[in-house]
Antibody, heavy 120, light 107 residues
């Protein structure tokens, strides 16, 4: 069964740091692009970061310079290091697998999410 | 950034109704447009990718159309399990962006 399981969320103070992890199973992790998508309470979806199968990275402007996405293909784990957190980062963070059909990129597997709450 | 605008933001419909949700991009995204369904407290699930291609396992009552800047998600006959929030998503340009969502409620 294809599965993504996030961990590492929690309550952190403004200016603090957290590292999210996402354990992947049921597919060849190293061959897929991966991403993080977040959802603030009662709000819509926001793409946060992405990493390609060849380790290229991309970030939303709102997190650029503060968040770092990385992957360990030997352990089938995706990470997101989050620094200088603010209240605006409070959200459920989803780990997502991205699939490519020809050149079409879409998010076909989602984890259940991990909650990050930033308080002052 | 490419802005994605969905309409309506919410709608009420009955079981068996035909439902149409539109998504407009602020500039062309060609057909790099995906649709997701999200139920309360759950992660989103892919329905449609590349504007019109049905993801494996998704019921055929769901369909997508459009290209360029204007797109449509249609549910041909609404079922009880379809009451949810739907999001469009462009993967044509970085940053990837989502529409604000359309909540489909029971009339």
């Amino acid at each position: 069964e294809v599965q993504l399981v996030e961990s590492g969320g929690g309550l952190v103070q403004t200016g603090g740091s957290l590292r999210l992890s996402c354990a992947a199973s049921g597919f060849t992790f190293s061959t897929y692009d991966m991403a993080w998508v977040r959802q603030a309470p009662g709000k819509g979806l926001e793409w946060v970061s992405a990493i390609s199968s060849s380790d290229g990275t991309d970030y939303a402007d709102s997190v650029k310079g503060r968040f770092t996405i990385s992957r360990d293909n030997s352990k089938n784990i995706l990470y997101q290091q989050m620094d200088s957190l603010s209240a605006e980062d409070t959200a459920v963070y989803y780990c997502v697998r991205a699939s490519l059909f020809q050149y079409y990129y879409y998010m076909d597997v989602w984890g259940e999410g991990t909650t990050v709450a930033v308080s002052s | 950034d490419i802005q994605m605008t969905q309409s309506p933001s919410s709608l009420s419909a009955s079981v068996g109704d035909r439902v149409t949700i539109t998504c407009r991009a602020s500039e062309t995204v060609r057909d790099y447009l995906n649709w997701y369904q999200q139920k309360p407290g759950k992660a989103p699930q892919i329905l449609i990718y590349a504007a019109s291609k049905l993801q494996n396992g998704v019921p055929s009552r769901f369909s997508g159309s459009g290209s360029g800047t204007d797109f449509t998600l249609t549910i041909s006959s609404l079922q009880p399990e379809d009451f949810a929030t739907y999001y469009c998503h462009q993967s044509y340009d970085s940053p990837q962006t989502f529409g604000q969502g359309t909540k489909v409620e029971i009339k």
